[in-house]
């Protein structure tokens, strides 16, 4: 994959792509969302960091991971913390039943954040209480500059439309697909602009992928931030990692093995002979509970180990250790 959206719009067009790329991407879009409410599966999760281009230049829907299958198309009612700062519809914010209504709302927020090169809501990286942006949501009409053609103002309004009954994509009555019928035939898709450089979509084609895509990605690009830069990550800014925190991480990611242990072990291969559960039908005697703790071998011909500490550290218990040629093989390292 080339990037997504969210990277494309902030990091190479952060004043917004021209129209004739947001009609492109919001048909597709389309298309994608047309598809999952066939299935009656509802996204729930319409954001440009989920949007992701391919090697040509076209979209993939990306991230089910809020989706939800909606038995008998009958509506649901939950509030989604992580979606509802981002794309969250008034219907979800007034914790009512909503259904596919909510995935035009997040279209519709997507399509304005492409042309305006913000959300229609909140502005990015705007500190913001979640209150307030629900408040917005409910109470505040999305403004429209100079950067939005009438066709594409006249779409965003509609898709942006609190009454989700009033909807654009909410308005026919039947299949769940049929909203994105209604969506194709919005003028956004149906009708040119000389001034955008927006043509009619032919969805024949388009739904064939035989439409060139308006931006082709070049293949020796990265279309990605740093992946160490930690702030693409978290919401918390300027952290830096001391030396304490390294310490901390190493026994976090190795449990309370040290790392010199570690390979220790690994070279000496004792785990070869520790993963061995029972002999001739018997258990080995460190899972004999009644075998005194110190020892190594069975009966009369049991040693002690002066090495038990370490393997009491590792599996945290008083056990008996049965090493064979493993215990000269320790004595030679010393």
């Not at 070049?218 to 918390?236: H, N």
């Not at 002690?304 to 370490?310: A, E, P, T």
């Amino acid at each position: 994959m080339e990037g997504d959206l969210k990277f494309h719009l902030y990091n190479l067009m952060p004043g917004g792509f021209e129209e004739k790329r947001v009609q492109f991407y919001a048909a597709e879009i389309t298309l994608g969302l047309q598809h999952l409410h066939a299935e009656r599966i509802l996204y729930r999760d319409l954001k440009p960091e989920n949007i992701l281009l391919d090697d040509y230049g076209h979209v993939r829907i990306s991230d089910l991971g809020l989706a939800v299958e909606l038995k008998d198309n009958e509506p649901i009612r939950g509030r989604v913390e992580d979606f509802m700062l981002k794309v969250s519809a008034p219907e979800i914010v007034k914790n009512e039943r909503y259904s596919y209504g909510v995935d035009w709302w997040g279209v519709g927020c997507l399509i304005y954040e492409m042309i305006e090169g913000k959300a229609p809501f909140r502005q990015r990286k705007e500190k913001v209480k979640r209150e307030e942006v629900e408040r917005r949501v409910r109470e505040d009409q999305e403004k429209y500059s100079d950067k939005f053609s009438e066709a594409a103002r006249t779409l965003c309004r509609g898709l942006l439309h609190k009454e989700p009954s009033f909807r654009l994509g909410c308005r026919r009555v039947g299949r769940p697909e049929d909203g994105a019928e209604e969506m194709k035939a919005h003028p956004f898709f149906t009708q040119g602009d000389p001034n955008t450089g927006r043509e009619p979509v032919p969805w024949k084609k388009m739904e064939a992928g035989k439409l060139t895509p308006p931006f082709c990605p070049d293949p020796r690009a990265v279309y990605a931030k740093d992946v160490l830069d930690i702030e693409q990550f978290s919401t918390v800014k300027g952290v830096r990692l001391d030396a304490a925190d390294n310490q901390f991480y190493s026994k976090f990611n190795t449990g309370r093995v040290s790392i010199p242990w570690q390979n220790e072990m690994i070279e000496t291969e004792c785990f070869q002979e520790l993963n061995v559960l029972e002999v001739n039908g018997m258990l080995v005697p460190d899972l004999r509970p009644e075998l005194p703790a110190n020892c190594v071998g069975e009966g009369s011909g049991a040693v002690s180990n002066s090495k038990s500490g370490f393997f009491a550290r590792l599996f945290k218990r008083k056990a008996c250790i049965r090493i064979t040629n493993l215990f000269s093989r320790f004595k030679s390292l010393n």
